[in-house]
């Protein structure tokens, strides 16, 4: 069952402008280590940041809280399963507002979907609830 969706658009040139003018700042605040690494390691910088900036948004509506209510940016982590597919690892408030949403005896699986057509990036996440025998 589906227990959260979440869609946001992401203007690349506003990330561009933001890594330009707060660097780190702007980076070591919202994403995670991990998530700086795979951004700094491409060519287009901006659109792998703005893509995750999206899905981070997306995740926070899904989960009903937006960045509020005790979930924060680097709560919300952006990796690749190994054959490159997007998802997302939940930790600290959102984690909990996660665990929080489901029914008992259910696993949350999150799917995510990532895409950028400069100037724009966008993403959407849907959290279904798996009865846990089939969550895996």
Known sequence: MIIGIGSDLCDIRRIARTLERHGARFTQRVF???ERA????RAARAEGYARRFAAKEACAKALGTG???GVFWRDMEVVNL???QPTLHLTGGAAE???DLLPPG???HLHVSLTDDPPLAQAFVIIEALPAANAA
Do not use: E, F, K, V
């Not at 795979?38 to 390691?41: F, G, H, K, L």
């Open 67 to 69: 960045l509020s209510g």
């Open 97 to 99: 507002r996660l665990a």
């Open 106 to 108: 259910h696993a949350a």
């Open 82 to 84: 190994p054959s490159g």
């Open 38 to 41: 795979r951004c700094d390691a």
């Open 32 to 34: 995670t280590d991990g």
